[in-house]
């Protein structure tokens, strides 16, 4: 289909091109909803994670819903580029920017948003000064510390501290606090996520102490994530919680049961070349499968068995009946992977496509 | 559509915006050679599979190179649709369809391009008929036979035999041939594979025969799958072509299977953190290479190790020199697992020689699903 597949608001879902991935209105806001809630009157506030949607559309209802910090976070300066340039006036990439090229894209940014960035290298914040002062901007840094991830942050408390005198020091930054991702493991209860969530929020906290104790204030506390955002309001200090996952949700994350998975993937059966066996549209590339397979919504009875370049591969139990051109709902085990492979949602309420929504930063891996 | 920063043409090619997908040219021209040089002078023809790397300006390359059937294979309606809009006039698609408005959109096609379809039982047989005759088009049919591992298609032997006469007997279909997928290349020894992809084929020549014992003409038997054997099958008398996808780019998954083939397809990334003495992030994670089917690996490195690839980071184990070598900001190329699913990540295919940007092209068919 020639790109932009636009079907007309009205049509119903069972007359679409397939594969398609559509956005279940009803569930996005929802979603939006539960944690608007919980944060209007929380001191702590939430700042969505961009990287799991993609869409300036669902960023501006996010911050309209209420309960934000006002702004966003994103993963990559190219994708804090499509979030400011559809007008979203805060964005924190929560991640390390290198190189010249790049830090200078970021302090444009900076001259027509609030911009914020992680930095756990003293060079690295160098080169952030560097770049904001040649553009006469100003960056906001908060220094990553590791917790449970093993990946990017600094190790020990004392390190932070000399970053963040570092960062304090030098021209064009302003130093922020400090941020950090997390990690857990299955499918917790809520005892094992509040455990689990505030051993992590303390090795923040402690990290957080130490830094004021060397006499600069720790303004942002920026931590946590969808398996404990309801952790964070409950943990004294966490100023703001990096939730990305809980808008559109995944079969990943089934424990956290107040939220809906809100984007599916539409498919239609090709062949039933055997008894109990049939192939459907959808493929690996479709999906992404790192985290598993994909779920069958619908039609009941039907299973994935595998996902290949080109088909899925579905068994059936005996007197279910399927048959070329039926459709079938796929729900993932890996939100932001699947969305990072399409171009669009198509939105829908109530069966019937109410809008069509461009992935706008979808690729944007710079 | 991303917009990376673009360098001139000319640039040192670790001078990118990263992460981004390389291609070397050299690579990518011996790889063509090494391939269609062997089918140059047999009667059994390379087509090319270009959902690997959904890159028009690749395909031209592999039809410039001769050896190649005189055209490329496809997964679905909307990649057919953009090969043909770039010059491509043979294309034969490689799973089944069924839906009234992708039979249309066929239907539409094959005034400009010659289509191969794939059925793979009867109700699909009576869908492809009543869309050419409403249209007033005929397809070519290719009977697809599900030979191992079990997926979709036919019964080899008489039940695909049937088939093939039913398409023949079918108002608006003519029947073309056969055609099967081989098996992964995650299972076995080489030399246990070939056996394997061996007994595969055979059972689709022995289905051939079968048909024109039956007095049914079998112009096409093609063979799917097999860039890792594609000399063997080559050599089965009976194959008229053999489908490969990998072959010109070789990830590094095939490449054990393909040693004289030159892995041309890199993504290059940078160390954006070195927070403990052993261990360095670099910002390439899932979404720009993809670990569906495998994790990728340091290029030209023992001594650094893909740990862990998170949706946005790569997390490498350093050992030895690396420890040193590694530091913020340098570069670090990646050799990719698998294509399909990387190219299903990027927008462009940055295009090198000598270590020098000589072309950008455009992966012109990412994210066409349907």
């Not at chain 2, 360095?280 to 720009?288: C, P, R, S, T, Y």
Request: a negative charge; proline letters at 6%.
């Amino acid at each position: 289909m020639p790109k932009p597949y636009r079907p007309a608001t009205g049509t119903p879902i069972e007359e679409l091109e397939t594969p398609c991935l559509i956005l279940d209105l009803d569930a996005l806001e929802h979603n939006i909803g539960v944690i608007a809630r919980l944060y209007q009157d929380a001191d702590c506030k939430v700042r969505p994670h961009v990287k799991n949607h993609k869409s300036p559309q669902i960023a501006h209802m996010q911050l309209r819903a209420g309960g934000t910090v006002g702004g966003v976070c994103a993963a990559k300066v190219s994708e804090a580029e499509v979030m400011v340039q559809a007008g979203i006036p805060n964005v924190l990439i929560a991640n390390q920017v290198v190189g010249r090229d790049k830090l200078a894209r970021l302090a444009s940014l900076a001259l027509r948003a609030e911009m914020l960035v992680g930095c756990d290298d003293s060079q690295n914040a160098s080169d952030l000064s560097a770049a904001a002062v040649a553009a006469g901007a100003e960056i906001g840094v908060l220094i990553e510390v590791n917790t449970s991830m093993g990946r990017a942050g600094t190790r020990v408390a004392g390190d932070a501290v000399t970053l963040a005198q570092h960062i304090n020091n030098l021209p064009g930054l302003r130093f922020q606090g400090i941020m950090s991702h997390q990690i857990i493991d299955g499918a917790p209860d809520r005892e094992a996520r509040f455990t689990k969530g505030r051993a992590d929020m303390q090795v923040v906290l402690d990290v957080k102490a130490a830094i004021e104790r060397a006499g600069l204030p720790v303004e942002t506390v920026s931590t946590g994530e969808t398996w404990s955002y309801d952790v964070a309001p409950t943990v004294q200090g966490v100023t703001e919680v990096q939730a990305g996952s809980y808008v559109l949700l995944d079969t990943s994350y089934a424990y956290m049961t107040d939220f809906r998975i809100a984007a599916k993937v539409l498919g239609t059966v090709t062949s039933i070349p055997r008894p109990g066996f049939a192939t459907g549209d959808v493929s690996i590339e479709a999906m992404a499968s790192a985290k598993g397979l994909p779920t069958i919504e619908a039609p009941a009875g039907v299973r994935v068995t595998r996902l290949t370049y080109e088909q899925t591969f579905l068994e059936f139990d005996e007197g279910v009946t399927v048959k070329a051109g039926d459709r079938y709902t796929l729900l993932p085990a890996q939100e932001d992977m699947m969305v990072n492979r399409w171009d669009q949602y198509i939105v829908v309420r109530n069966g019937k496509v109410e809008d069509v929504w461009d992935i706008t930063a979808r690729g944007r891996v710079h | 559509m991303q917009r990376p920063i673009f360098k001139p043409i000319g640039t040192p090619i670790e001078e990118l915006d990263t992460p981004s997908l390389v291609v070397d040219i050299s690579a990518l021209e011996h790889n063509l050679e090494a391939v269609h040089g062997f089918f140059r002078d047999i009667p059994v023809k390379m087509r090319p599979h270009v959902h690997a790397h959904k890159t028009p300006a690749i395909a031209h390359l592999q039809l410039s190179v001769p050896g190649n059937a005189g055209g490329i294979a496809v997964i679905n309606v909307s990649e057919a649709e953009l090969f043909a809009q770039h010059g491509f006039t043979d294309i034969t698609l490689s799973s089944p369809v069924v839906s009234p408005s992708k039979l249309r959109r066929l239907c539409a096609l094959t005034h400009t391009v010659k289509l191969s379809l794939p059925v793979d039982s009867a109700p699909g047989i009576d869908i492809l008929s009543q869309a050419a005759v409403a249209n007033s088009v005929t397809f070519d049919v290719l009977v697809d036979i599900n030979t191992y591992p079990p997926r979709g298609g036919a019964e080899a032997g008489a039940p695909s035999v049937a088939l093939a006469q039913q398409v023949s007997a079918a108002p608006g279909l003519r029947f073309e041939g056969f055609t099967t997928v081989g098996g992964p290349i995650s299972e076995g020894s080489p030399d246990e594979m070939i056996v394997r992809d061996k007994a595969n084929v055979q059972k689709m020549l022995d289905t051939r025969e079968m048909a024109e014992r039956a007095g049914l003409d079998v112009a096409v038997v093609s063979a799917g799958n097999h860039t890792h054997d594609a000399h063997v099958i080559a050599s089965m008398a009976g194959v008229t072509e053999v489908r490969s996808g990998a072959y010109p780019l070789i990830d590094h998954r095939h490449w054990p299977h393909c040693p004289d083939l030159i892995p041309g397809a890199r993504v290059l990334s940078t160390v954006i953190s070195r927070p403990e003495s052993g261990r360095a992030i670099v910002n390439a994670g899932q979404k720009a290479i993809s670990r569906d089917m495998g994790m990728p690996k340091v290029d030209g490195r023992t001594d650094a190790t893909v740990a862990g690839l998170n949706a946005e980071h790569g997390i490498l184990d350093l050992e030895g020199d690396a420890i040193k070598d590694f530091q913020v900001g340098d570069a670090v190329w990646l050799l990719i697992a698998d294509l399909n699913t990387s190219t299903a990540l990027h927008d462009y295919i940055f295009a090198a020689r000598d270590g020098v940007l000589e072309a950008v092209w455009e992966i012109s068919a990412r994210g066409l699903y349907d």
